[in-house]
């Protein structure tokens, strides 16, 4: 195989804009004009401990420990808008109280900045509520108005919050969805591997495994686009923003990822390769 710029270690992929594989995957959880990213990459997406870190960092801790969601209720002014989805947000809350910490905090308050900076949200219309899985992903933006239904639908599956965290590290995601063969299973695992140990793309590649029975990745497993029912493996490959950029059944070996990804990727780049900046 010869070079490609695109595989480069230091490098990441370039989608296709026009790629007749290009899916739209968790577009849903991931808003708010490119907030998520912004996020994730000032704070990397860690809890910190202490005590100057305000109610809202110190939620989304005690959510991580305790395995729930944590919902940010962002505010600027006290006015009708924002009174009258305080209300819908309080009764979402009290029906999701056994897996949800939810958090009103308003923007200008100084012991919040850490928190309002980290999300960088000074400038966001308001009122906003951000929906965040135990491991800190992102699995909603929603400003101004919402529903009950809406904020209810931003609980995530915990192969969905590993799926979102690392597509907000900037990372491609190898979803290995399991099937009811164990040898196709354990085949599929060890390509996933071998792609990931791959000098080219150890440093951006992120694995994770996925029960296609099991009714808690449900939503996932539909979303990727995969039979419960399947025999086989199905690796689907997905790339920031959330685009499923390769999907295979059965795969036999890293090289058949390798082949996926070139695929998926090479038709983007000008005659320069793709940079760290986009394509040359």
Known sequence: MSHDPSLDTAQRPCVPAGSTRRAALLTAA???????????????????????????????????EEGKHTFLFFYKADDEQTAAMRKVFDKAMAKASDKAIPVVVKVTDPAEGKLVARY??????MPLVLALAPNGAITGGFPLQFNQETLLGAFVSPSMAKCLKAIQAGKVVIACVRGKSAASNE?????????KADVRFTRWTSIVEIDAADAKERRLVKLLRVDPETDQAVTVMLAPPGTVIGSIKGVEDKEALVKAFVAATSSACGPGGCGPGGCK
Do not use: H, N, Y
């Not at 994730?40 to 860690?46: E, S, V």
């Not at 960088?120 to 219309?125: E, F, G, H, S």
């Not at 085949?187 to 792609?195: D, E, L, P, T, V």
């Open 120 to 125: 960088k949200v000074q400038r966001a219309p």
């Open 187 to 195: 085949k599929a695992i060890r390509a996933a591997k071998g792609f």
């Open 30 to 64: 991931i808003v708010m004009m490119g907030l998520v990213c912004c996020a994730m990459a000032a704070d990397g997406g860690q809890s910190r401990s202490g005590d100057d870190q305000g109610k809202g960092l110190a939620a989304i801790a005690r959510a991580e």
